[in-house]
C-alpha cells in the first residue's frame, strides 16, 4: 500500500528546459528546427541507403540502423517536450514516464553496441579485405543489429521497473526534460545506493564492453592504415573512420558523464545540458557526419535529386 501511495497516486512535473531559459519561445522554436532537421536528415539518409543499390553494403546498413535509432531516440523525448510547451502544461503520468524511460535506455544503450558493430565492421573492411564480403556477409550483421537491440532492451528492463518502484515521497517536480534515471531516483525517500551501485555496475558494462571493441578495432586500423603504401587508400580508411569516431566521441563522453560520474559533481542544469547534448543534437549530427563526409552517399543524393527525363 506504501508503494501504491507514493507512486501511483499523483503525475510528476517535468520542469524541463523552458523554466531555465530567459526566451523559452525562441528556445521551443530552434528546438522544433532541429527535431526536424534529426527527423529529415535520418529518413533521407534511410530513403537513400535503401534505394541505392550501391549502398547495400554492410556499413551502410549499420548507418540505416543507427539512422533508425536516432530517429525513435529524438521521438522519444522531444514531441512530448514541445507540446507541453505549446499546451502550457507540465506533467507526465508515472506509466508514460516508465515507458519514456523504457525507451530511452534500451535505445541508448542498443547505440552503444551499434557503435562497437560498426566499429568491428571498418576492421574487417580495412585489415581483412580479402575475407570481408564472406565474414561481414547480410546475415552476420542482421544477426550483430539484432544483438545490439537486444542488448539494449536488457537494459532498459533491468532500470526501469527498479526505478520507477521506488516509493516517491519527496516533491513531484524532475528537474529534467524528460524521465531520466538519475533524475528520477532524486524523487525518491528511500535509500538508493543499491540502484546507483546497479546503474553504474550496468553502464559499466554497457560502456566498457563496446569501448575495448572500438579501442581494439581502431588500434589494428591505425597499424593497417600506418602500413598502407597507397595514398589514396589511406586517406579514404582515415575519412571513413574519423566519421566514426567523431560519432562515438560524441555519444560516449555525454553517456560517461551522466551515468559513471559521481552525483556530488552534477547539477541539473549541467545534467539539461549533457542530456540535451545527447538526446536532441547528437541524431541532427550523425547524418550529417556520415553523408557529408562520405562520397557514395553525396553521389547517391545527386543521382536520386539529378532525375533523368524519361526517354519517348
Known sequence: TLLVNHTGGSDFILLGLFSQSKHPTLLCTVIFVIFMMALTGNAILILLIHSNAHLHTSMYFF???????DVMYISATVPKMLMDQVMGVKKISVPECGIQ???YLTLGGSEFFLLAAMSYDRYMAICHPLHYPVLMNHKICFLLASGCWFLGSVDGFMLTPITMTFPFCRSREIHHFFCEVPAVMKLSCSDTTLIETLMYLCCVLMLLIPVIVISSSYTFILLTIHRMNSAEGRKKAFTTCSSHMTVVILFYGAAIYTYMIPSSYHTPEKDMVVSFFYTILTPV???????LRNKDVTGAMKKMLNVEPVKK
Open 63 to 69: 548507418i540505416s540502423q543507427l539512422s533508425a535509432m
Open 101 to 103: 524511460m523504457f525507451l
Open 285 to 291: 549530427l550523425n547524418p550529417l557526419i556520415y553523408s
